[in-house]
């Protein structure tokens, strides 16, 4: 297929945090609000003349210092983060909205604030923490509306003067709704047979959404969805089976590059920083605030294994379940950043529940932050590719008697 016109632009603003939409952002007066997580609702972070970027540390080598504040087994997201603050990387922000999701991301941000590594020069710079509840009842929506109001609302109100008001909470998920629709959109193409857009390149699009301010970057989605429902594709599919990814947080799209080179076609991309569960539509009514609205939302919809009751696991399950058959996947690949507490427990059982109880194909993996060279993991990869290739000849052949 011919190259997306906007594919290496797109790449290169992949490269930095502190990119060129977000300093034309900030030239124009606009706020860079960080954030790490889903948790810490999206968008509430885009009000008035807010932006939010969702944190990363591109071509991370050493984490020497992170490791000295941390510990050598602890999760190599947060420790990359914290090495990239302490190397000076975020110092463009103008407030961090840290989530305490697990106690890697607590102490990475808790250090960050602790030696006032952000914000030096900015007076009305704030940290924030969020406490996320376990579950999904209205008690929990109560508990983190509270917690969203008191450390990110107020805060944005009051040192920056930002419309907290219902009328604008209700504008910026109109504008996240914008995005997810052009972005779904676009993820649906890879339903077909033969798609039109590869996986890595869907990677590209999703990331580039969630690290640039949205209204620089809208138009830039919309332009490429009408670019890809003319696209010609190859007569034959490139790939050779079909894949869904499936775990922890996947910010360096390399991963899934090495994937796909190995023969496989992400077809759905269910991790943090993909698009389930981030770049689904939030429909708000209007006979209830729309921030309560938002934080009942993010607590049903997360699929993060934070929410350990007994429904919220099961309903993951299923949900992988479901986006295997509505994608036509031969398999999953469950995927954990290495010394991740939360997934190393889903990844464990669902490596043997999904096979036993959904039938689906699991290939489980623990990897490092920084994972598009492994030579190891391109191995397991390609070998796995062979067996589900394997199983569809050997099914095919049955079929045909």
Not at 25 to 42: D, M, N, R, V, W
Request: with cysteine; charged share 30%.
């Amino acid at each position: 297929m011919r190259e997306l016109k906007h594919l290496i632009y797109l790449e290169n603003l992949l490269e930095d945090t502190n990119n060129d939409l977000v300093r034309q952002a900030q030239s124009e007066g606009k706020l860079a609000i960080g954030y790490t997580c889903f948790h810490a609702p999206e968008a509430l972070l885009n009000l008035g003349n807010c932006f939010s970027v969702r944190l990363r540390a591109p071509h991370t080598t050493s984490m020497e210092m992170a490791t000295y504040y941390l510990a050598n087994n602890s999760c190599e997201y947060a420790r990359a983060l914290l090495e990239r603050a302490l190397e000076g990387g975020f110092e463009f922000l103008d407030a961090l909205a840290g989530v305490d999701v697990c106690e890697a991301n607590n102490r990475a941000i808790e250090n960050m604030e602790i030696m006032h590594i952000q914000g030096k020069d900015k007076d009305k710079f704030f940290y924030c923490n969020l406490d996320v509840p376990y579950s999904d009842d209205e008690d929990c929506v109560e508990h983190i509306e509270e917690q969203i109001t008191r450390k990110i609302l107020k805060p944005l109100h009051e040192n920056y003067g930002v419309d907290i008001s219902d009328a604008a909470i209700r504008e910026a998920v109109k504008e996240h709704n914008e995005i997810s629709r052009i972005l779904t959109e676009i993820g649906d193409f890879r339903k077909l047979p033969n798609p039109p857009i590869t996986g890595y390149e869907y990677a590209i699009l999703v990331l580039s959404s969630y690290v640039c301010p949205k209204y620089l970057i809208k138009d830039i989605l919309a332009e490429t969805l009408e670019e890809i429902k003319t696209r010609e594709v190859d007569p034959e599919p490139n790939y050779r089976v079909r894949l869904g990814v499936v775990g922890s947080e996947i910010d360096d799209p390399s991963l899934i590059k090495l994937i796909e080179e190995c023969g496989a076609m992400v077809v759905f991309d269910r991790y943090c920083y993909g698009s389930f569960p981030g770049r689904q539509v939030i429909e708000l009514n209007d006979e209830e605030s729309a921030l309560t609205q938002i934080c009942r939302w993010n607590l049903q919809n997360t699929e993060c294994p934070r929410q350990c009751a007994a429904h919220r696991v099961q309903r993951r399950y299923d949900r992988v379940d479901q986006l295997y058959h509505e994608f036509n996947a031969d398999g999953v690949i469950y995927e954990q950043m290495k010394f991740c507490t939360y997934w190393s427990y889903e990844r464990t059982m669902a490596s043997q529940i999904m096979p036993k109880e959904h039938g689906i194909h699991v290939l489980s993996i623990d990897r490092p932050y920084i994972a598009g060279q492994s030579g190891q993991l391109r191995t397991r990869v390609q070998a796995f590719v062979e067996s589900l290739e394997i199983k569809k000849i050997r099914s095919e052949q049955k079929e045909d008697k």
